[in-house]
C-alpha cells in the first residue's frame, strides 16, 4: 500500500477496539498522521495497542490523551460517548477536529452539543459502515475500511472545513464517503443494520428456549448458519444501539411486523399471488442490494451471492488486442424493444402472459422491476422464461417510492405514456446518464392530452405524472420520426377518451403496435398513421422474443470486417423497421444472407449469416435513418473500415442517446487514426488504417461494443472505458465475442 503525507500531525483515537485499532492500523499503513495516541479506560487495550505499534502513545486520562491533537476520533460504545466527551473536552486545542464512528447520530449529536460546548461547531458526526463478529484491539485490521462507505452527518452549524478534512481523510483510507441527515441515517441504519441484528438475537434466543433446542441446531441447515450469523455479533455494543436508537429501531420493527403479517394472511389464505408477488419482489430487491454493495451490475448480482467476487468489476475496462476473425454460430440476446414492451403489455393484460427469450439486460430488468414496484406479480427471469401475472388496464398500485428507470430512455418515455392515466401520482427517475436525456418530446404532447407531467431542469429527469387526469383522444404530427414518443403516446391511449392517432415523417419500429394487436387490441394503421381508441382490453399471450437485430449488428460488422469470417446469427428479428443495418451494410458490399425466415409472435425472424467481405462508402440513404438509428456507432466502424468515404446526414437523434454518440464516436475514430468530419446531422468517415488508442466510451454500452469490434482491424491494442453499461443490453458479450475469436480482455 502506497503511503500518502500525513494529513494530520497528531491524532487521538478514544476507545482502541475494533473500530479504533482499525482506523489507527489504516493511518499507520498509509502514512496519514504524525503522532497517534490512544485514550482508554484500559491500561490492558493501551499496553496492547503499543505493542501492535498500533500507536505511539497511550493515556487513560481522556484530556490528556486529546492534548495537543488535530484530529479526535470518538470510537467508543454509544452510551458510553456523553461520558467520553465529556473527560476530553477541557483537552482540545482550539483547532482540534472532532469526529466519531457511532453507528447512531441523534443522541451522539445531542451529547456532543451539551459537552463541547463552543468546540460544537468543530465536531463531524461520522459513522463507518465496517464491522466484523469479532471485536477488541486485536481484531485491528488496516484494511477494514477500504471499498466501505462511510456516513457523515454534519449540521448546519458545523464547520465546512472540518467536514471537508473528514471527508480528505476516510477517503484517502479507501472509504466511499456520503453525506445525509442524523434523523435519515438513524432511520436508514435502522431499517438494515439494526432491525437484521435484532431478527438474528430475536430468532435464535427463541429457538434456544425450546426443549428440543439440540435437536433444532442440530440439524439446522446452511440457510439457518447464515442468516443467523449476525447473532455472534457483541451483545452490550447492540444493546447500547437498541437504546440509542429507540425509536427508529420500534418504527423499523412495526414495518417487519405488517409485512410478517401480509406473509402469514398469504399463506392462511393460500393467495399464492401474493406469496409470489412478496417472494419475487424480495429476490430482485436483494439483487438491487448487491448491486449497490458491490458497485457493478444488478444483471450480474442476480447470479452471485459471492460479494468478492464482483468487487473488481466496479468498473471495467475493456482491452482489445489487434486482429483476428469472428468464425462460428452465436444466439445474441433477446430483442431489448420486445423484452420491453413484453412485461408492459403483460402486465396490463387481464391473465398470465408467458414470455421466452426475454433479455436479461439491466434496461430491460428496470422494467420489470418497476412492474413489480407497482404490484404485479412477475416469476423470473429464469434462463429468459418470464412469468407475467396480468393486472389489467387499471390494475396497478402506487409504489409507494420513486420507479428507477437505471439506463434505460425507453423505460422512461413509454413509462411515461403509460402511467399518465393512472389514478396514482408516480416519479421516474434515472442514473446520471439517463437524467441528462430529453423528456419534453413526450411530456409535451402528453400534456395536450390532459395528462400533468412535470420534468426537471431543461426538461430532463426526474419525470414526476400526478395521477387522476382524465386524458382525451387526439392527433399528433411527430416532428421528428421517434418510436419512443409514438409509443408512448399510443400507450397513453389505451386510458384515453375517445382515438388517439400518431403520424410519423418517417417509418419507425413498430413492435407497440403489432404486439398490441397480439394481445387482442385493435390498432389502426393507415400508411404513416397509428391509432387506438381508448377503453378496451389487452388479453394475455405466449410471447418468443426474437435476438435482437441491435446487439447482432456488432457480429454483423465484426464478421464484415475481419478476413476469413463465418458467422451464423439464429432466430434474429428482422421487423422491416430494424432492418436498416442489413441493407446499409449490403449498400456497403457486405456478404448477408437471410436464412430460415419466418414468423414468430407476429414478429418476423430468420438466421443471419455474415462473411467477411471487401467494404466500400457510400452516402447513406435518408430513408434508411430511422430504420438503424441504434445501430449506427457499429455502421461508423464499419465505415472506417471500407475504401472510400461513408457519408451520414439526418442523424440528429443520435446526439441524445446514452451520450452524443456522432460525437463521442468522431472522437474515437479520431484517436485510432481515422480521417473524418463532424456534421451537426450527421458524419463523413473515411476509411483506412486503424490504429491503437484509449477510448471513452462515455457510459454508453453501443459506444463500448463497436469499438471492442474495431479491433479486428486495428493495428495495436484499444482500451476502452467505462464499460460496466454493456450489461444493459448485451450481458455475456465479452465471453460471446471470445468464444468467436475476439482478443478481448476484460480488466
Same mark, same amino acid.
Given at each position: 500500500?502506497?503511503?500518502?503525507?500525513?494529513?494530520?500531525?497528531?491524532?487521538?483515537? =478514544?476507545?482502541?477496539?475494533? =473500530?479504533?485499532?482499525?482506523?489507527?492500523?489504516?493511518?499507520?499503513?498509509?502514512?496519514?498522521?504524525?503522532?497517534?495516541?490512544?485514550?482508554?479506560?484500559?491500561?490492558?487495550?493501551?499496553?496492547?495497542?503499543?505493542?501492535?505499534?498500533?500507536? #505511539?502513545?497511550?493515556?487513560?486520562?481522556?484530556?490528556?490523551?486529546?492534548?495537543?491533537? $488535530?484530529?479526535?476520533?470518538?470510537?467508543?460504545?454509544?452510551?458510553? !460517548?456523553?461520558?467520553?466527551?465529556?473527560?476530553?473536552?477541557?483537552?482540545?486545542?482550539?483547532?482540534?477536529?472532532?469526529?466519531?464512528?457511532?453507528?447512531?447520530?441523534?443522541?451522539?449529536?445531542?451529547?456532543?452539543?451539551?459537552?463541547?460546548?463552543?468546540?460544537?461547531?468543530?465536531?463531524?458526526?461520522?459513522?463507518?459502515?465496517?464491522?466484523?463478529?469479532?471485536?477488541?484491539?486485536?481484531?485491528? $485490521?488496516?484494511?477494514?475500511?477500504?471499498?466501505?462507505?462511510?456516513?457523515?452527518?454534519?449540521?448546519?452549524?458545523?464547520?465546512?472545513?472540518?467536514?471537508?478534512?473528514?471527508?480528505?481523510?476516510?477517503?484517502?483510507?479507501?472509504?466511499?464517503?456520503?453525506? !445525509?441527515?442524523?434523523?435519515?441515517?438513524?432511520?436508514?441504519?435502522?431499517?438494515?443494520?439494526?432491525?437484521?441484528?435484532?431478527?438474528?438475537?430475536?430468532? /435464535? #434466543?427463541?429457538?434456544?428456549?425450546?426443549?428440543?433446542?439440540?435437536?433444532?441446531?442440530?440439524?439446522?441447515?446452511?440457510?439457518?448458519?447464515? %442468516?443467523?450469523?449476525?447473532?455472534?455479533?457483541?451483545?452490550? !455494543?447492540?444493546?447500547?444501539?437498541?437504546?440509542?436508537?429507540?425509536?427508529?429501531?420500534?418504527?423499523?420493527?412495526?414495518?417487519?411486523?405488517?409485512?410478517?403479517?401480509?406473509?402469514?394472511?398469504?399463506?392462511?389464505?393460500?393467495?399464492?399471488?401474493?406469496?409470489?408477488? =412478496?417472494?419475487?419482489?424480495?429476490?430482485?430487491?436483494?439483487?438491487?442490494?448487491?448491486?449497490?454493495?458491490?458497485?457493478?451490475?444488478?444483471?450480474?448480482?442476480?447470479?452471485? $451471492?459471492?460479494?468478492?467476487?464482483?468487487?473488481?468489476?466496479?468498473?471495467?475496462? @475493456?482491452?482489445?488486442?489487434?486482429?483476428?476473425?469472428?468464425?462460428?454460430?452465436?444466439?445474441?440476446?433477446?430483442?431489448?424493444?420486445?423484452?420491453?414492451?413484453?412485461?408492459?403489455?403483460?402486465?396490463?393484460?387481464?391473465?398470465?402472459?408467458?414470455?421466452?427469450? @426475454?433479455?436479461?439486460?439491466?434496461?430491460?430488468?428496470?422494467?420489470?422491476?418497476?412492474?413489480?414496484?407497482?404490484?404485479?406479480?412477475?416469476?423470473? *427471469?429464469?434462463?429468459?422464461?418470464?412469468?407475467?401475472?396480468?393486472?389489467?388496464?387499471?390494475?396497478?398500485?402506487?409504489?409507494?417510492?420513486?420507479?428507477?428507470?437505471?439506463?434505460?430512455?425507453?423505460?422512461?418515455?413509454?413509462?411515461?405514456?403509460?402511467?399518465?392515466?393512472?389514478?396514482?401520482?408516480?416519479?421516474?427517475?434515472?442514473?446520471?446518464?439517463?437524467?441528462?436525456? *430529453?423528456?419534453?418530446?413526450?411530456?409535451?404532447?402528453?400534456?395536450?392530452?390532459?395528462?400533468?407531467?412535470?420534468?426537471?431542469?431543461?426538461?430532463?429527469?426526474?419525470?414526476?405524472?400526478?395521477?387522476?387526469?382524465?386524458?382525451?383522444?387526439?392527433?399528433?404530427?411527430?416532428?421528428?420520426?421517434?418510436?419512443?414518443?409514438?409509443?408512448?403516446?399510443?400507450?397513453?391511449?389505451?386510458?384515453?377518451?375517445?382515438?388517439?392517432?400518431?403520424?410519423?415523417?418517417?417509418? +419507425?419500429?413498430?413492435?407497440?403496435?403489432?404486439?398490441?394487436?397480439? %394481445?387482442?387490441?385493435?390498432?389502426?394503421?393507415?400508411?404513416?398513421?397509428?391509432?387506438?381508441?381508448?377503453?378496451?382490453?389487452?388479453?394475455?399471450?405466449?410471447?418468443?422474443?426474437?435476438?435482437?437485430?441491435?446487439?447482432?449488428?456488432?457480429?454483423?460488422?465484426?464478421?464484415?470486417?475481419?478476413?476469413?469470417?463465418?458467422?451464423?446469427?439464429?432466430?434474429?428479428?428482422?421487423?422491416? +423497421?430494424?432492418?436498416?443495418?442489413?441493407?446499409?451494410?449490403?449498400?456497403?458490399?457486405?456478404?448477408?444472407?437471410?436464412?430460415?425466415?419466418?414468423?414468430?409472435?407476429?414478429?418476423? /425472424?430468420?438466421?443471419?449469416?455474415?462473411?467477411?467481405? *471487401?467494404?466500400?462508402?457510400?452516402?447513406?440513404?435518408?430513408?434508411?435513418?430511422?430504420?438503424?438509428?441504434?445501430?449506427?456507432?457499429?455502421?461508423?466502424?464499419?465505415?472506417?473500415?471500407?475504401?472510400? #468515404?461513408?457519408?451520414?446526414?439526418?442523424?440528429?437523434?443520435?446526439?441524445?442517446?446514452?451520450? #452524443?454518440?456522432?460525437?463521442?464516436?468522431?472522437?474515437?475514430?479520431?484517436?485510432?487514426?481515422?480521417?473524418?468530419?463532424?456534421?451537426?446531422?450527421?458524419?463523413?468517415?473515411?476509411?483506412?488504417?486503424?490504429?491503437?488508442?484509449?477510448?471513452?466510451?462515455?457510459?454508453?454500452?453501443?459506444?463500448?461494443?463497436?469499438?471492442?469490434?474495431?479491433?479486428?482491424?486495428?493495428?495495436?491494442?484499444?482500451?476502452?472505458?467505462?464499460?460496466?453499461?454493456?450489461?444493459?443490453? %448485451?450481458?455475456?458479450?465479452?465471453?460471446?465475442?471470445?468464444?468467436?475469436?475476439?482478443?478481448?480482455?476484460?480488466?
Amino acid at each position: 500500500m502506497s503511503r500518502g503525507a500525513p494529513l494530520f500531525r497528531r491524532v487521538a483515537i =478514544i476507545g482502541l477496539g475494533l =473500530i479504533g485499532g482499525s482506523f489507527a492500523a489504516a493511518l499507520r499503513e498509509r502514512g496519514l498522521a504524525g503522532t497517534l495516541v490512544a485514550g482508554s479506560r484500559s491500561a490492558r487495550t493501551l499496553e496492547q495497542g503499543l505493542a501492535m505499534g498500533l500507536i #505511539d502513545e497511550g493515556s487513560q486520562d481522556l484530556a490528556l490523551a486529546v492534548r495537543g491533537a $488535530d484530529l479526535v476520533l470518538l470510537s467508543t460504545p454509544v452510551s458510553a !460517548m456523553e461520558r467520553s466527551l465529556a473527560a476530553l473536552a477541557p483537552g482540545l486545542s482550539e483547532r482540534a477536529i472532532v469526529t466519531d464512528g457511532g453507528s447512531v447520530k441523534g443522541s451522539v449529536i445531542a451529547a456532543a452539543r451539551r459537552t463541547l460546548g463552543d468546540h460544537f461547531p468543530r465536531f463531524v458526526p461520522g459513522h463507518p459502515i465496517a464491522g466484523k463478529e469479532t471485536s477488541g484491539v486485536a481484531a485491528a $485490521d488496516a484494511g477494514l475500511y477500504q471499498d466501505h462507505r462511510v456516513i457523515l452527518t454534519p449540521l448546519a452549524q458545523t464547520d465546512p472545513a472540518a467536514t471537508r478534512a473528514v471527508r480528505e481523510l476516510w477517503t484517502a483510507l479507501g472509504s466511499e464517503v456520503l453525506e !445525509m441527515t442524523p434523523e435519515h441515517h438513524d432511520r436508514v441504519l435502522a431499517e438494515t443494520s439494526h432491525l437484521p441484528h435484532l431478527l438474528a438475537f430475536s430468532l /435464535v #434466543d427463541t429457538l434456544a428456549r425450546q426443549g428440543d433446542s439440540t435437536e433444532i441446531f442440530r440439524y439446522a441447515a446452511g440457510g439457518f448458519r447464515d %442468516f443467523t450469523r449476525i447473532a455472534s455479533s457483541d451483545p452490550v !455494543m447492540w444493546h447500547d444501539i437498541f437504546q440509542e436508537n429507540r425509536q427508529a429501531v420500534l418504527d423499523a420493527l412495526a414495518l417487519f411486523r405488517d409485512g410478517i403479517d401480509g406473509f402469514r394472511d398469504a399463506i392462511e389464505a393460500g393467495d399464492s399471488d401474493a406469496l409470489m408477488g =412478496i417472494m419475487t419482489r424480495a429476490n430482485t430487491a436483494r439483487a438491487h442490494f448487491l448491486a449497490l454493495n458491490a458497485r457493478t451490475s444488478y444483471t450480474r448480482a442476480r447470479h452471485s $451471492d459471492n460479494e468478492s467476487s464482483m468487487s473488481d468489476q466496479h468498473d471495467p475496462t @475493456f482491452v482489445v488486442q489487434p486482429g483476428g476473425s469472428l468464425r462460428g454460430r452465436a444466439r445474441v440476446p433477446g430483442d431489448k424493444s420486445i423484452s420491453h414492451r413484453s412485461i408492459m403489455l403483460g402486465a396490463l393484460a387481464d391473465g398470465v402472459t408467458e414470455v421466452e427469450g @426475454f433479455l436479461e439486460g439491466e434496461d430491460a430488468l428496470a422494467t420489470l422491476q418497476a412492474f413489480r414496484d407497482m404490484g404485479v406479480v412477475i416469476e423470473g *427471469p429464469h434462463n429468459g422464461k418470464v412469468t407475467v401475472h396480468g393486472v389489467g388496464l387499471d390494475g396497478l398500485k402506487e409504489p409507494g417510492k420513486p420507479l428507477y428507470m437505471g439506463n434505460s430512455g425507453t423505460s422512461m418515455r413509454l413509462l411515461t405514456g403509460l402511467l399518465a392515466g393512472q389514478a396514482f401520482d408516480v416519479t421516474l427517475t434515472g442514473d446520471a446518464s439517463l437524467s441528462k436525456r *430529453p423528456m419534453e418530446r413526450v411530456a409535451k404532447p402528453l400534456r395536450e392530452m390532459g395528462a400533468s407531467i412535470q420534468t426537471g431542469d431543461g426538461g430532463r429527469p426526474p419525470v414526476r405524472i400526478r395521477g387522476g387526469q382524465t386524458l382525451k383522444g387526439f392527433h399528433y404530427d411527430l416532428p421528428m420520426a421517434s418510436a419512443q414518443v409514438k409509443s408512448a403516446l399510443l400507450l397513453a391511449g389505451l386510458y384515453a377518451q375517445g382515438e388517439t392517432s400518431v403520424t410519423e415523417p418517417a417509418p +419507425t419500429r413498430d413492435h407497440t403496435e403489432r404486439m398490441l394487436t397480439g %394481445f387482442g387490441y385493435p390498432v389502426r394503421s393507415e400508411g404513416p398513421l397509428r391509432a387506438v381508441t381508448g377503453g378496451g382490453a389487452l388479453r394475455a399471450c405466449h410471447l418468443e422474443v426474437p435476438a435482437d437485430i441491435s446487439s447482432a449488428a456488432f457480429l454483423l460488422v465484426g464478421a464484415s470486417i475481419a478476413a476469413d469470417s463465418d458467422v451464423l446469427l439464429p432466430h434474429v428479428g428482422i421487423n422491416p +423497421t430494424r432492418t436498416g443495418v442489413i441493407d446499409i451494410l449490403r449498400l456497403m458490399g457486405a456478404d448477408i444472407t437471410l436464412e430460415n425466415q419466418r414468423d414468430s409472435g407476429g414478429e418476423p /425472424v430468420a438466421d443471419l449469416r455474415v462473411r467477411s467481405a *471487401p467494404l466500400k462508402g457510400i452516402e447513406i440513404p435518408a430513408e434508411l435513418v430511422p430504420l438503424a438509428i441504434d445501430e449506427f456507432p457499429a455502421i461508423f466502424v464499419a465505415a472506417a473500415c471500407a475504401e472510400g #468515404d461513408t457519408v451520414l446526414h439526418g442523424a440528429e437523434e443520435l446526439r441524445v442517446k446514452e451520450s #452524443d454518440r456522432i460525437q463521442v464516436m468522431a472522437d474515437g475514430l479520431s484517436a485510432l487514426g481515422v480521417d473524418l468530419e463532424v456534421f451537426e446531422d450527421g458524419i463523413r468517415i473515411t476509411g483506412g488504417a486503424l490504429g491503437g488508442a484509449e477510448v471513452e466510451s462515455h457510459d454508453d454500452h453501443r459506444i463500448a461494443m463497436s469499438f471492442a469490434i474495431a479491433g479486428l482491424r486495428a493495428t495495436a491494442p484499444i482500451t476502452i472505458r467505462h464499460c460496466a453499461t454493456v450489461a444493459t443490453s %448485451f450481458p455475456g458479450f465479452a465471453d460471446l465475442m471470445r468464444s468467436l475469436g475476439l482478443g478481448l480482455e476484460v480488466r
